[in-house]
Every structure is written in structure tokens, then in C-alpha cells.
């Protein structure tokens, strides 16, 4: 069965302030009014949540968030990954284009990245029915826009006037988000899903460098040699990959 063209941003719905936009997409999808492709968006998020429980916190008119809404209906519970990637480039290729390209890269998992400062972050939330079939996908992107100055705890936040030198209003990047966003999930729809992979896989932070991680019960350097089809993070000299939360990135020189 094909499925009908995707129009990501069809509604845009915005706030000028709001607690978190994920949570007024899952009260859309509780109401049944939710629909494929709707966004929710605001520059003045205030209760954010980021990935292990962090929240995501922007300096008022200064950051973008916004959660896209997906009826994953093309892809099995088991294939999660498959949209993590396809989402991820789709970041990527709405804001590279703002800066220089090569600066840019995905880090592993759906984190994005300048050089070795984070710029913004992607967390994907399911929503399963009561026979466990994955009903829908509440995508939460975060991304630093006109911030001049950070929180000193933050270990690495950059922003994207602090990159280019220029104020962005976050809205028309939002939306500059919703065409590229729905020309990856087009592509992730129609074609095979070894080219989202691909390009997932060359626009991985530190690929073919050394990079510091942390497990349970050890610190270790490897290099990064690349991830699964189904989203492990693939280390020279270790036997097998690792899981999201299994480890995490210990923080680059600036």
C-alpha cells in the first residue's frame, strides 16, 4: 500500500511559551486530534526533557523547540532506529547549511554537533497501543539558536549565532527543519533503508577517530568505527557494539 506524500509542518501549530512541546503532542494524540506530520513549536520552552531524564532548558526567544508527530505505520516497534537515523540526517540537513557543512555531524546517538560543542538534541518518544504495535512517534528537537552566553554547568553548548555570527529567527529555522525532515522520511518511506543508513553512518562525530566513553565499570579510549543497521555503536577492539545507554561520551578538548 503507498503511502500518501509527507508534509511535516501540516499543521504548525506555535506558542509563544510553553512548558514542553512533547507534551502537548502526546495530549493531541490522548485527544485524538493528533494526525501525521503535525508540529507543535515555541521559542520559550521551559520544561524540556533531553535524553536519560535531562532537561532542556532555552534562554527565552532564544532556542527552538518543536515536536513533530509521526504515524510510523511503514515501520515494525522493532525498527525504532530506522527512524532515529533518517530523522538525525534530516536535522543535519536543515542546519548545515547555515554554517560550514563539514563542522557539523550527528553524534551518536541523535545528538547535533559543531566541531565538539553540542548544538541540539533529538529525543523520540513511542507510543504503543495496548497489543504493543507502535501507534505513533512524538519527535522533541532542541537546538541552541541566539544564545550569547550559557549556564556555566552546561559542559559544551554552542549556539548557532555563535557559529555564523548572525541572530536566526528560530521559527523559520523551524520550519527550514519541517522540508528537510520531510524529505528524509519521503526517502525512509520509498527507498531502501541502506541510503538512510549510509548517510547516517558518513556523518558520524568521530568516525575513524580516537574518542574517550565510559561504561558501567570502566573508562576506555577507542575509535569510532561506525553503528548497526540497528543503532549499536560499533568500537575498534571491542567484540561487540553498544547499545543507546550502554555508554556515553566523555567530553572532547574544545
Known sequence: MPHPPVNI??????????GST?????K??????????????????VAGRGQRGKSW????????????????????VLQQFELNKALSVGIWEGIAPFGEQDAFRIKWPNDLYWKNKKLGGMLIESVLSASGQWSWAITGIGININQER???SLPNPVSLFQITGQKHDPKQVALA???SLSKRLELLQTQDSTAVHEAYDQLLYKKGEVA???TADR???AVVNGVTENGELLLEGEPVGFANGSLEWIQQDQ
Open 177 to 179: 527543519l519541517c522540508s
Open 28 to 45: 493531541a494524540i490522548q485527544e485524538n486530534v493528533a494526525t501525521h506530520g503535525m508540529v507543535f513549536f515555541s521559542s520559550n520552552q
Open 57 to 76: 532548558w532555552g534562554e527565552p526567544g532564544a532556542s527552538l523547540a518543536m515536536s513533530v508527530i509521526i504515524k510510523p505505520d511503514f515501520l515494525t
Open 22 to 26: 512533547n507534551d502537548e503532542a502526546r
Open 150 to 152: 550559557f549556564d556555566p
Open 212 to 214: 574517550q566513553f565510559k
Open 219 to 221: 573508562t576506555f579510549s
Open 9 to 18: 509542518g501540516e499543521p504548525f501549530i506555535s506558542f509563544s511559551q510553553v
